[in-house]
């Protein structure tokens, strides 16, 4: 009496538990030889212990790399099993004997077996299903499918059994997801808004420099100071992957120019429509910009936000030096920040669309709105003059796609993926970044870490010091 | 002369063992920017831009990190079953990365710029 109560009760749990499983929560790993091992479910029973069905299937290949299962084994820490149960779903897989371990022969681990397995494998297709019970906390478990001698194991993770669990909702509400977005709370950085899930940072660790001369078509000091701009964007997205904001913080550290220059970036390509994005935080003070009602720049083909049209506006010239900031001696000016909001349409553009890792920022010359620089081989926006290219010292070439470089493809602009220091006035990149040269010409593969404050990498004495 | 043969062999030594970067200065270092001669198809960019592709067994997110574990490039959502192509720009020195997964910690050589990977 006692066993059919007990069967019933069994019984009764598995469908209870199949009833739970969603078929797109499964999650199924490979042994090989043929055979898949397939986590259905995973049920918290809010009593310190966790219900957990595996089926395993067979495809009914045959040859000598699919043998008959000759054991099915799990790895589970000794007293932490119990209410093992094999159930065949479809074929005729018998098996002789259960060890409840924990010691398993031949297997690399410790848990339970079923042993003396017939008819799945080696041409024979079939499936079971495996239900038990874990005592505690879930844990990693390996699945053996021993066919021949070869164990074919696969790992499942904590992780796995708490995604099949999470999936399809059964657990006790210990990791919920508030906001419903697909996203859970324990990796929802808005756990309150369905609309966003994630950041995302470039760079990923902390600002990046970018770094201008500004005499372009005409070969500068090449001190590289006269626009030093930190910058750092960050990108919203939700749980599908699409794009909700974008984020870009400029800090405007230094320029050693006398021209009274702007700064502005593109990002994406021409497939994202103008039309699409919100534009707020630019700061205009002349009178030489045209933006169209969402605060992208009017005449673009692709989206073009202009950050500052004039850098002596943002920060007051506090006499003495060449600009500020990069003249030792001169008065010190704290930075300005330009923070840039863009709102996207929802639903429509993802973080590969946006690639905001390849943004295009430029330099606007002197409130030149045709006159512009850019990184070496970005292109122009489509208000540059074209007519500058290739005149005094810059060769660019777009049949070439060469774009912002001199005969010897030296650049006017260069970006760093972390904050540098920069040069003083008139102190050439070189003498103050002494693996730069030998990087650039060993064409990037000696030091491609020459901004990093290694010994023998920077000669201080030509760097601006914050005084 | 026979304490001689030693220190000589000693020094030998131990010029033997000098790493080549401290002996010997970079043949361009010093020069000045302008007399540079840099190949046209070289990528000033400090960063080089890759593909990833993934697949997972279920619906989670991946965690692309630096191979030290300091820094997470970046965070997507993959979908169980379907190719996910990442573009990501990480730094020109980065060898490898690590995917983080469903409590998997994969090591992966950035051994291209296209980079594929099936989860299991």
Same mark, same amino acid.
């Given at each position: 009496m006692k066993t059919i109560s007990t069967t019933i009760i069994a019984f009764l749990l598995l469908i209870s538990i199949n009833a739970k499983a969603t078929p797109g929560c499964n999650l199924t790993k490979t042994n090989g030889g043929g055979f898949t091992t397939t986590i259905e479910s995973v049920v918290n029973n809010c009593n310190s212990t966790y219900t957990i069905s595996l089926l395993v299937t067979h495809n009914g290949a045959g040859g000598p790399t699919n043998k008959e299962l000759s054991h099915f084994s799990v790895e589970a820490i000794p007293g932490t099993y119990t209410n093992v149960s094999l159930a065949v779903i479809t074929g005729s897989m018998t098996y002789s004997s259960y060890t409840a371990g924990p010691n398993l022969g031949v297997d690399p681990f410790q848990g339970f077996k079923f042993d003396g397995t017939n008819n799945i494998g080696d041409g024979v297709a079939g499936s079971f299903r495996v239900t038990y019970t874990i005592i505690g906390n879930l844990q990693n478990q390996r699945v053996s499918c021993k066919a021949g001698t070869d164990g074919q194991i696969v790992n499942f993770t904590v992780a796995d059994f708490e995604s099949v669990r999470d999936c399809n909702n059964t657990n006790c509400n210990v990791n919920p997801d508030t906001d419903g977005d697909g996203c859970n709370d324990n990796v929802d950085q808005y756990p309150n808004d369905a609309t966003q899930c994630m950041d995302n940072y470039f760079p990923a660790n902390g600002y990046g420099t970018v770094a201008y001369e500004d005499l372009w078509p005409a070969k500068g000091d090449f001190d590289f100071n006269d626009l030093i701009l930190d910058y750092r964007v960050k990108v919203i997205t939700n749980a599908n992957n699409f794009v909700k904001e974008a984020y870009f913080t400029f800090i405007i550290k230094a320029f050693g120019a006398g021209y009274h220059n702007g700064f502005g970036f593109q990002i994406g390509s021409s497939s994202i429509l103008n039309s699409d994005l919100t534009v707020t935080g630019y700061e205009l003070k002349e009178n030489y910009i045209n933006l169209l009602s969402n605060g992208t720049e009017a005449g673009q083909s692709i989206p073009t936000i202009i950050a500052f049209d004039n850098c002596y506006k943002q920060m007051q010239f506090p006499g003495g030096g060449i600009g500020i900031n990069t003249t030792p001696g001169a008065p010190y000016v704290t930075p300005d920040t330009v923070k840039i909001k863009i709102a996207f349409t929802q639903n429509k553009y993802t973080l590969n669309d946006i690639n905001a890792n390849t943004f295009n920022p430029f330099l606007i010359v002197n409130q030149n709105r045709s006159v512009e620089v850019h990184l070496p081989d970005y292109h122009p926006t489509d208000l540059a003059n074209p007519a500058l290219f290739g005149t005094n010292d810059d060769r660019t070439n777009p049949a070439q796609n060469k774009y912002y470089k001199t005969e010897n493809n030296l650049p006017w602009a260069i970006n760093v993926y972390q904050v540098i220091d920069y040069l003083i006035e008139k102190q050439d990149i070189s003498s103050g970044y002494l693996k730069f040269a030998p990087w650039a010409e060993s064409n990037g593969s000696? #030091?491609?870490?020459?901004? &990093?404050?290694? /010994?023998? #990498? &920077?000669?201080? /004495?030509k760097i601006y010091q914050n005084q | 002369m026979r304490k001689f043969l030693i220190l000589f062999f000693i020094a030998s030594v131990m010029f033997a063992c000098t790493k080549e970067d401290d002996m010997i200065k970079a043949p361009s270092e010093g020069k000045a920017f302008k007399e540079l001669n840099v190949q046209s198809n070289f990528d000033w960019k400090t960063t080089r831009d890759y593909t990833i592709t993934l697949k997972g067994y279920a619906n989670s997110i991946v965690k692309i990190v630096s191979e030290n574990n300091q820094t997470v490039y970046q965070s997507t959502m993959i979908k169980k079953d379907v190719d996910s192509k990442i573009k990501i720009s990480l730094p020109a020195y980065e060898k490898s990365i690590r995917l983080k997964y469903m409590g998997q910690d994969i090591l992966l050589p950035l051994s291209s710029i296209n980079v594929n990977y099936i989860f299991n």
């Open positions: 000696l #030091y491609p870490d020459w901004f &990093i404050d290694n /010994s023998g #990498y &920077i000669d201080q /004495s | -």
